[in-house]
């Protein structure tokens, strides 16, 4: 999801429209932008708080499991790793990292986010995984826990106005500067 650029109109068209649909339900875009940009301004990492919650201006994000800095090490090199090809985050059994990736994946497995505001009429909120399991071999990030803690607020933005009318030949390689990850 950071390679927006990469991804074909539909699936632009796709990501937008789920983003348009979270954001509706907190408040509207700048709500949406303001949470991702107290994501990004905190610091260690949010996903490595022991209280496993954060706030923001209109509300709060919490999720029910710890995450630690050495998951947090080893599933942003995973990320990483993966290519547009094989977007899976599991290494093969060959791989000499295969248990630490296994074992990283089966605790993260679960972790799930929810999204609640301060005041109702503020928006309701909602929730989203962090994984997508497919079977003991594939497991795949989902595109909102991607965007929500790794990509830049700049790529969200993006997302939120792509209009597939306009011509987006002009996404030149200063487009891949602005996608960055952990």
Not at 12 to 20: A, E, H
Not at 130 to 137: L, M
Not at 153 to 176: G, M
């Amino acid at each position: 999801m950071c390679h927006f650029y990469k991804l074909s109109d539909d699936q632009k068209i796709l990501l937008r429209d789920q983003l348009l649909a979270y954001a509706a339900l907190i408040g509207g875009k700048n709500s949406l932008l303001k949470l991702l940009e107290t994501i990004r301004n905190t610091s260690p990492h949010p996903l490595i708080s022991k209280t496993a919650l954060l706030r923001f201006p209109k509300g709060l994000i919490k999720w029910n499991k710890n995450v630690h800095r050495d998951n947090l090490s080893l599933l942003s090199t995973r990320m990483n790793a993966r290519t547009e090809e094989k977007p899976n985050l599991m290494v093969s059994k060959e791989d000499k990292s295969y248990k630490n990736v296994a074992n990283m994946l089966r605790s993260l497995g679960p972790l799930t986010f929810t999204v609640a505001m301060n005041k109702e009429e503020d928006g309701l909120g909602f929730n989203f995984k962090a994984f997508e399991i497919v079977d003991s071999d594939t497991t795949l990030m989902t595109p909102m826990f991607e965007l929500f803690f790794f990509c830049s607020v700049s790529i969200t933005k993006k997302i939120l106005n792509f209009n597939p009318e306009i011509n987006n030949d002009t996404e030149t390689e200063e487009s891949a500067e602005d996608d960055q990850t952990l």
